[in-house]
């Protein structure tokens, strides 16, 4: 006769614009139990999602929780910029009588899990030897764009973790044919941010705009997974070109954000988009763009850039992190 689970005492939640990921802890530092990944869209309110997985799971509701959401926490109230959902922090935690409920932004949750992700969970792309103490940056992709980092004061190994909106930066052009790409974006969107470009929708919206660019017919697309069938199985040109504008502009991101924090710790991607183009990534224009930064290209070049594998689903851990350093805060 199998062994009862252990009771439960943590629900964790990394909640983004497509997907909800959800696990729970028995201890601080536990193992992640009964991870599931729910499609937001099938359920109304956060509320509904959360109980939609303790009943699938089949466990108590958990004394304490923490979210990771893709989204500002300034306040009680959150309202997500690439979902429907919003709620109140407070009605959740008196909803489902948690004794403690932590939410921060998902890439601050994803940045606090950083120190605890082993070679295995990384894939390099260039650069050297990361610093020590040095900071760290994060930037990723997926439903919007992610930006967070880690910086280590005096005597932190853990690293006290960036909370942002760096994905809504301006987006700047390097040649005339991504300046031609912005211009048409700048008509739809006003102000053109790195997440209008680089995100899901953003792929797609570079495809349109070279395939009215190209005045020709190309394939109607809805979804970044298409852009990338048709550039990676397909050689479709127009797709192989917006693919590589993508991850241009995410090259300039990150080296901007590397330049900001001198992340001489190290540069991680993570998001669900990058890890799916696997070694192609690797022959991009990324890592030229990361380092076309002037008289500041050397500093760059010695910068170590790494893929986090998503499924290892690190910023469950790293919500978990949250809720012991609110524990001890004083």
Request: neutral net charge; glycine residues 12%; hydrophobic residues 45%.
């Amino acid at each position: 006769m199998p062994s009862p689970l252990p009771l439960p005492l943590r629900l964790l939640a990394d909640i983004g614009g497509t997907n909800i990921r959800l696990a729970w802890q028995a201890a601080p530092d536990g193992p992640l139990h009964d991870t599931r990944v729910l499609p937001c869209a099938q359920y109304p309110t956060v509320d509904a999602a959360l109980q939609a997985y303790l009943h699938k799971v089949g466990i108590a509701t958990p004394r304490e929780a923490a979210f990771g959401i893709a989204n500002p926490v300034t306040g009680d109230a959150i309202r997500m910029t690439n979902h429907s959902w919003s709620f109140s922090q407070r009605a959740v935690r008196e909803a489902f009588g948690f004794e403690r409920l932590v939410v921060i932004n998902d890439f601050t949750a994803l940045a606090l899990a950083l120190p605890l992700l082993t070679p295995d969970l990384l894939r390099p792309v260039g650069g050297g030897e990361a610093v020590q103490g040095a900071a760290i940056a994060l930037v990723g992709p997926g439903t919007g764009l992610g930006v967070s980092g880690l910086v280590f004061p005096p005597g932190s190994s853990a690293g006290v973790p960036l909370s942002g909106e760096g994905g809504h930066v301006t987006l700047a052009a390097q040649t005339q044919r991504e300046f031609d790409v912005l211009a048409i974006l700048q008509e739809r969107y006003g102000h053109v941010s790195a997440e209008r470009a680089v995100c899901g929708a953003g792929l797609v919206d570079l495809y349109h705009a070279l395939r009215r660019l190209a005045q020709r017919g190309g394939k109607e697309v809805s979804s970044a997974a298409q852009v990338t069938e048709l550039a990676l199985q397909a050689n479709d040109a127009l797709a192989l070109e917006a693919l590589d504008l993508f991850c241009g502009f995410l090259g300039s991101v990150a080296g901007n954000l590397a330049l900001t924090l001198g992340a001489r710790g190290g540069v991680y991607l993570g998001g669900g988009i990058v890890p799916r183009l696997g070694t192609w990534f690797d022959q991009s224009s990324f890592r030229a763009r990361f380092e076309a930064k002037g008289r500041f290209q050397p500093y760059l070049a010695g910068i170590p850039v790494w893929v986090i594998d998503p499924g290892a689903t690190p910023a469950l851990y790293g919500a978990s992190r949250a809720l012991d350093i609110a524990g001890s805060a004083p």
